[in-house]
């Protein structure tokens, strides 16, 4: 037998074999036509303590706003920070103080450019969530890292935009086998 | 006039008043990238 990720044609799956994805597509969702705000359900779930989650193609009526990240029904206890540099203007940061509004974690772009790769971790877990994440988005290069203080299990994620609304494009969540 | 528009899955529609007011809340703080000093 081949060893995974390696498959030949007419191969049996083995449970030995399928045990050893180390990462698997939960969900994908595509997004609307001319929406402010996204939320994306049956995320997290007691199969994996973390996740990876991949946002590209969106386009935004504007871009050079930050876009906030909200996990779950948590409407407190966001703290972060987003620094980025915006090319031929310089660097800056948007921090988040025990905000209510979740914390920054993208930039919008408007031409199909809005996007993120991020890592999650713990949502689902009763223990706080911490996550990070990094892109190119309008002509700054950002990352973000970000806390959820609070010990809530949560099974959904938003994603706000600052101003304007958002068109197409796909998120997608990976969940990290345990 | 219309209210913004929400997405839950595959599921749009308007923000409810509740959804609204979070979401007014949070636009009052966004402002575009600040340039830096």
Redesign the interface.
């Known amino acids: 037998m081949t060893t995974p990720p390696t498959f030949s044609v007419g191969q049996t799956l083995t449970s030995a074999a399928m045990n050893s994805v180390g990462l698997w597509l939960v969900k994908s969702?595509?997004?609307?036509?001319?929406?402010?705000?996204?939320?994306?359900?049956?995320a997290f779930s007691a199969d994996y303590d973390n996740y990876r989650i991949v946002w590209s193609g969106t386009t935004c009526s504007v871009g050079?706003?930050?876009v906030?990240m909200k996990i779950g029904s948590a409407?407190a206890n966001y703290y972060g920070n987003m620094t980025?540099y915006?090319i031929g203007?310089?660097?800056?940061f948007?921090p988040t103080n025990n905000g209510?509004?979740?914390y920054y974690c993208t930039?919008q772009g408007a031409n199909a450019d809005t996007n993120l790769v991020m890592d999650i971790q713990n949502p689902y877990n009763a223990v706080r969530t911490t996550s990070s994440g990094s892109g190119f988005g309008w002509l700054?290069q950002f990352t973000f890292s970000g806390l959820l203080a609070d010990a809530g299990s949560h099974t959904s994620f938003n994603f706000?935009l600052?101003?304007g609304?958002m068109t197409g494009g796909t998120i997608r969540v990976y969940g990290y086998r345990n | 006039m219309t209210r913004p528009l929400i997405q839950i899955d595959d599921e749009v529609r308007e923000m409810t008043d509740e959804e609204l007011a979070a979401y007014e809340a949070l636009i009052a703080d966004s402002t575009t990238l600040p340039s830096p000093e």
């Not at chain 1, 203007?89 to 800056?92: E, S, Y």
Request: hydrophobic residues 30%; without cysteine.
């Open positions: 969702q595509t997004v609307g036509t001319g929406v402010s705000s996204v939320t994306v359900t049956g050079d706003f930050g906030f409407a980025y915006k203007v310089g660097q800056g948007l209510a509004s979740g930039i700054s706000t600052g101003s609304t």
